[in-house]
């Protein structure tokens, strides 16, 4: 998963998602956050559920898990898992079966690149938003870490306008009437909610060169 955008103020969040209410208004504006690293983290907000409340949480984009050394499987390699795909993975299911270990991952827009190089030679960067929703929301889990709270969030298969550029997934898209649901329900009345967003609800924005850092601002709120 590339970067992904929100350039959104708090207020917006807790009118769109229902947070109990801030003192503040800031602008969180904290530029490229990617995938997070062994040696160096990167941090998103997340919106959980606090009993009857929900509310706003940093925690780091990718969660641990233990993978055998290609050269020594007996090895074992901490890989951060940004995306959660297979459902039935043991791992995962700990999570998607515990209501309040899921999330909400707050975005405008995410990105994919290209498959083909352009003619630069560099693969194009492809913004994709839901235009009728200024904010919308990733299905989302996470867990404590050594290193504190982590998330991640769902993909599903690619919708036509997001397959033709990133044929191997998506992420799980929320419907609005979907977030108390996704926050509280039992997991075995959720699986309709992993599916393909509708691909006429959504654009394709201008395709910018992976290095042209200022024809967006992929930020993660």
Partial sequence: MQPVSYDRKEVDLAVTFG???YEKDEEYTVGDIFP?????????????QDGAERKLERMEWGVPTQVPSVRDP????TKYVTNVRNLNSSFWRSM???????????VTAFSEYGLAPGEDGKKPLHWFDVPSRSV???????????RGNAY???????????????????????HDEDYD?????PWDDLKDVVAPYPSQLMRVEGLVTADADHARSPVLF
């Fill in 96 to 106: 998607l079966t515990t209501p309040a270990r899921r999330c909400l991952v707050p």
């Fill in 36 to 48: 997070t690293g062994k040696k160096t983290p990167f941090y998103g907000k997340v919106i959980v």
């Fill in 19 to 21: 947070i109990r209410p």
């Fill in 181 to 185: 649901r996704w926050l509280t329900a």
């Fill in 152 to 174: 991640g969030f769902l993909t599903t298969e690619p919708n036509t306008i997001v397959a033709p550029i990133h044929p191997k997934a998506m992420p799980v898209i929320l």
């Fill in 74 to 77: 007996a090895v074992k390699l």
């Fill in 136 to 146: 919308f929301a990733f299905a989302g889990i996470w867990r404590p870490t050594e």
